[in-house]
């Protein structure tokens, strides 16, 4: 993306909306004000419940999402917006150590992590990368809004599977990251290519987040995810997409 681009998207995503949840009074203050000075229009909630009741009435573009909460915690609070919207954008806030909350946010859904204590510059880059990816799927998928696989259908456009008799739906990032796979089939992709075109980030530390995601798609489309015959590791050097009939 070029930097007149990388302008263009700027303006328009500013004046995006987003939840903030996080109970800590000092960081959720600086989080308001710096995300403002952004151009974002910033929505605080201190608990669970007051987030669920913020998700309903407003139409939100990011959620950025603290685990530890009162009432009710992140991943509740993440799951249950996952149910309400597979489109939504979360971000979650996790502390350094707690890996195991890192995997289970990733696993009901959240699409992105940031670890306490974060560096400000970090957590806006994501942001904007976040809001960006969002507008970037419109477009991806309005060219190749459904493909077949064996006994999988998807609907890129409303993110409605089939795989066999069970039907399903994926999240936006679940999609692109399948999306990318199969643009890119018979081709070995690293998980660092996976990162930087799908994510945005040249960060080798998170490449469990994207085993985390391939584990997901294995388990949505393969017959034995354990034995996968579309979605293929390659030791050493990343995953490729095989689609037998193409």
């Known amino acids: 993306m070029n930097d007149q681009n990388d302008v263009n ?4 995503l500013q004046g995006s909306k987003i939840l903030v949840v996080e109970d800590e009074e000092t960081l959720a203050v600086g989080l308001e004000f ?21 998700f309903d009435k407003h139409r939100f ?7 530890m909460l009162p009432i009710y915690d992140g991943f509740e609070v993440a799951k249950k917006m996952r149910e309400k919207s597979l489109q939504i954008p979360i971000m979650i806030l996790t502390a ?16 992105d992590y940031i670890t306490k204590p974060f560096h400000l510059k970090e957590l ?29 259908k998807i609907n890129f456009e409303d993110l409605t599977c089939q795989s066999g008799e ?9 999609a692109l990251v399948l999306r990318y796979l ?6 070995i992709v690293s998980r660092q290519e996976l990162l930087k075109q799908v994510w945005e980030m ?24 354990t034995n996968p015959i579309y979605i293929k590791s390659v030791r050493g050097a990343g995953y490729v997409f095989i689609n037998p009939e193409d």
Do not use: C
Request: proline share 3%.
């Open 9 to 12: 998207s700027n303006v328009i």
């Open 34 to 54: 710096n995300l403002s000075e952004e151009g974002y229009e910033v929505m605080v909630a201190r608990d669970g419940k007051e987030a669920l009741k913020l």
């Open 61 to 67: 573009d990011l959620v950025i999402l603290d685990i």
């Open 96 to 111: 350094l150590s707690a890996a195991d909350d890192r995997i289970q946010g990733l696993e009901i859904g959240a699409d």
């Open 124 to 152: 806006l880059l994501r942001v904007k990368r976040m809001l960006r990816r969002k507008k970037w799927y419109r477009t991806v998928i309005a060219e190749h809004p459904y493909y077949q696989f064996g006994d999988n």
């Open 166 to 174: 069970h039907r399903f739906q994926l999240t936006q990032l679940e």
């Open 182 to 187: 199969i643009d890119h089939k018979g081709k």
């Open 202 to 225: 040249n960060n080798a530390i998170e490449t469990r987040t994207v085993d985390n995601f391939i584990a997901r798609l294995r388990k949505y489309f393969e017959p034995d995810p």
